[in-house]
């Protein structure tokens, strides 16, 4: 199993950015999709999931509002929309797939970086 992250890059406050994740190499219907971020010098965090059957989607509370997960399944793709964009979004996204019945990810993405202005 593959996963190519993409669309990161510098933006301004208040702008917008799609992150693309890209998946191959298996079979992803049943499969939990996470983006994940790392700013410099703290841990990595969870920032939105999605399922690939159902559609269901999480986000933590700093992204609600002005973030979207979703997916193409047709493309095995998943994307995250990023608006109004903070410079505490700044950050390395990462995307990650699990199996339902697993608490940790199974498989990750390369990061792409998003750095966002002031």
């Known amino acids: 199993v593959q996963l190519q992250a993409s669309g990161g890059g510098l933006v301004q406050v208040g702008g917008s950015l799609r992150l693309s994740c890209a998946a191959s190499?298996?079979?992803?219907?049943?499969?939990?999709m996470g983006w994940f971020r790392q700013a410099p010098g703290k841990e990595r965090d969870i920032v939105a999931t999605?399922?690939?059957?159902?559609?269901?989607?999480t986000y933590t509370d700093s992204v609600k509002g002005r973030f979207t997960i979703s997916r193409d399944n047709a493309k095995n793709t998943v994307y995250l929309q990023m608006n109004s964009l903070k410079p505490e979004d700044t950050a390395v996204y990462y995307c990650?797939?699990?199996?339902?019945?697993?608490?940790?990810?199974?498989?990750w993405g390369q990061g792409t970086l998003v750095t966002v202005s002031s």
């Open positions: 190499g298996g079979t992803f219907s049943r499969y939990i």
């Open positions: 999605i399922t690939w059957n159902r559609g269901s989607t």
């Open positions: 990650a797939a699990r199996r339902p019945w697993n608490d940790q990810y199974d498989y």
